[in-house]
């Protein structure tokens, strides 16, 4: 049995771009990366969202703001030009014709929210580009926020090698202009991800939080103690808000190893912990394709459909794996979109 699949995050409008500038342009329609658009239709995808991730200090010398522009006219240039494969979800119109014709959809998100020039004004602009979700911060603090493992703490860092330190943050949380930024998203109907927030900025935003949360690609910190996994109580509280939170498929957020190799079991614990901790209907996927160097048993978007055997094989119900591969993501986007 096939699953519809929706797939929260991914980084391969980054690697689009990066690979156009360095002279070796690919496209979305087939490529070498873990995303195209053909391996979305072998894996079952009904919905695929791309991130827009900026890194606040990268070696291009521009602007974050300058940088999320960048990928945002990437993003444009690959969906227009695959007009009848892969339709933009913005309304609930968008995605009751995504599901009905039986189509690819697109969403929108930021990775760093922190490149408006610090002006809430321009939450409009990205809401109207097509934003639906923004994660409030990467691995540097900002404006709005502190994430637990900052890079400003370690040396020559790469950004695609997650660290594996366990740092959490205790003391700077959100910011006077991040509590009215997160205001200002659930006024225009863009959800809050946490995946990188610090453990107090999580706090804040819950203490003020009015629509649903989510973390789009955060793991379970009680079976891998890295501080960008999320503790029992901050999976609870994301539930409480009717928010879910997507299995990152990195290696170094699903155990402590030595191979470097994404397991599927390890996948599955870790769903079955947010199940028992969270209940069902907070489990999703959010692979972080295109955006980690782990060796992943499940190698592409081609490859979906593995997950969703084992964990029919591992005694989760139909209904389940069907609400884990694609359901509650589709729930919570009929609650969210307008």
């Known amino acids: 049995m096939s699953y519809p699949v929706c797939d929260l995050h991914c980084d391969t409008i980054l690697r689009l771009r990066d690979a156009r500038r360095e002279g070796s342009p690919r496209i979305l329609a087939k490529n070498d990366f873990a995303i195209d658009l053909e391996k979305m239709e072998q894996g079952g995808m ?124 205790t003391e700077k949380g959100l910011t006077d202009y991040g509590k009215a930024f997160v205001r200002k998203c659930e006024e225009l109907g863009i959800l809050i991800d946490v995946s990188h927030l610090g453990d107090k900025s999580f706090w804040d935003l819950m203490d003020i939080a009015t629509k649903p949360v989510i973390a789009s690609h955060s793991n379970c910190r009680a079976l891998c103690p890295v501080s960008r996994n999320l503790d029992d109580d901050q999976i609870r509280a994301i539930a409480r808000t009717g928010g879910i939170i997507g299995l990152n498929f990195c290696a170094d957020f699903l155990k402590e190893n030595t191979d470097n190799k ?40 081609s490859e979906h459909q593995k997950l969703a055997q084992a964990l029919s094989e591992d005694g989760f119900t139909s209904q389940e794996v069907a609400q884990i591969m694609g359901g509650n993501v589709i729930n919570l986007l009929r609650k969210t979109l307008r």
């Open 46 to 169: 009904a919905i695929q969202t791309f991130a827009l991730f900026t890194d606040r200090k990268n070696k291009t010398g521009y602007s974050p703001e300058h940088e999320a522009l960048s990928l945002l006219n990437e993003y444009q240039k690959q969906i227009s030009a695959n007009p009848d494969a892969i339709i933009p979800i913005q309304t609930l119109a968008d995605l009751d014709g995504v599901l009905e014709k039986g189509c690819l959809g697109s969403l929108l998100s930021l990775e760093e929210g922190d490149v408006m020039f610090q002006d809430l004004d321009l939450l409009e602009f990205w809401y109207n580009a097509g934003v639906r979700l923004i994660t409030l911060t990467w691995n540097y603090p900002n404006v709005i926020a502190s994430p637990n493992i900052s890079f400003d703490d370690l040396e020559e860092v790469d950004y695609r090698v997650p660290s594996p330190l366990f740092r959490i943050e």
């Open 262 to 301: 994404s397991h599927i079991s390890d996948m599955i614990a870790h769903l079955r912990h947010l199940k028992e901790v969270g209940g069902i209907d907070v489990c999703a996927i959010g692979t972080d394709f295109d955006g980690i160097n782990s060796k992943v048993e499940i190698q592409d978007a």
